[in-house]
């Protein structure tokens, strides 16, 4: 895509530039993954018995192993050799966790090996890299580096397949679905759960998602969780407690709360952004305004994604 700088109201176009090698390609984006990617670094170029050297392993904000491949350009085998490494992971949980351990001191939780996540990088994708890239469930990103070392970073969009609608016979663009790995579903983290406290969690979800046409959601074993490039918000059910626990996302560790329904999460944690709590249950959801209060914190961790 094209870059313009404005001054005093005329366009100036910023050309583009390349890296020297995919090395150096690889070096920069290792050291900002937080930034980019809100991962956190484990180890790079690690050396396996039977599946190869792994380019990047890291771990993302719901404690899910990623692996990444970087290439300078578009190259086919991109994708399978990312599947070798996720392969690796899968296989040999007890040592991605040592290097879990041993890089990250502050780690805490357990590592959700139920749906590891793949990111490809690369400046272009084929048809068959984004066909492939569905099968395994895999993120294809794009970048462009241009002068004064600006670089964009956007996710490239799923395949499309054509059809034939049906009656007419005239073709058209359909998306093709993407097929959801298992994990535990929003039904089975509610199940037993006393039935005000399933009213509350969707009425904060219904509002979550109405927020923004582009915010998804997924589950993992522990929480439900709402992204954008990044995820901004965890809830998970406490069935004990019979109250919703929310995580959230904020630019500058400050978030605006005349109500103080948030608390800090400690640095010591090691959740990154993710920087506070709040926990909420059917007796405060009851009360006048008090849903808007906390819809109006959570949007506050949305926008920190923007």
């Not at 090996?113 to 490809?120: H, T």
């Not at 970073?153 to 397949?161: C, F, K, L």
Request: proline share 3%; with cysteine; net charge neutral.
């Amino acid at each position: 895509m094209p870059l313009f700088i404005f001054e005093e109201g005329k366009a100036q176009r910023i050309g583009q530039k390349e890296f020297t090698d995919e090395k150096e390609l690889h070096k920069l984006i290792d050291k900002n993954l937080r930034e980019i990617f809100s991962l956190r670094y484990i180890k790079d170029e690690y050396i396996t018995d039977k599946h190869g050297r792994i380019e990047t392993l890291a771990i993302d904000e719901a404690n899910r192993p990623v692996v990444i491949e970087y290439k300078k350009i578009k190259e086919s085998g991109q994708l399978t050799q990312a599947n070798r490494y996720i392969t690796w992971v899968r296989q040999n949980p007890d040592s991605f966790e040592l290097l879990v351990r041993k890089n990250i001191k502050d780690f805490k939780g357990e590592i959700d090996f139920s749906n590891p996540r793949i990111i490809c990088f690369a400046q272009e994708y084929s048809i068959d890299d984004k066909c492939l890239a569905l099968s395994l469930n895999a993120e294809l990103w794009k970048y462009r580096y241009y002068e004064n070392d600006i670089m964009t970073v956007i996710r490239e969009e799923e395949p499309e397949q054509l059809i034939r609608n049906r009656g007419t016979g005239k073709p058209s663009i359909k998306k093709i679905e993407r097929e959801t790995r298992r994990s535990k579903t929003i039904d089975e983290h509610l199940k037993d759960v006393a039935n005000d406290l399933k009213e509350l969690f969707y009425i904060i979800n219904d509002k979550i998602l109405d927020i923004s046409a582009d915010i998804e959601r997924y589950t993992t074993n522990s929480d439900i969780i709402y992204k954008t490039s990044v995820n901004f918000a965890y809830i998970s059910v406490q069935k004990r407690n019979n109250a919703l626990r929310i995580l959230l996302r904020s630019e500058d560790g400050k978030i605006n709360d005349p109500r103080n329904l948030t608390e800090e999460i400690p640095k010591t944690h090691g959740y990154g952004k993710i920087t506070h709590q709040m926990h909420i249950d059917p007796i405060k959801g009851n009360e006048e305004n008090y849903i808007n209060a906390v819809i109006e914190i959570i949007f506050q961790a949305y926008t920190a994604t923007q």
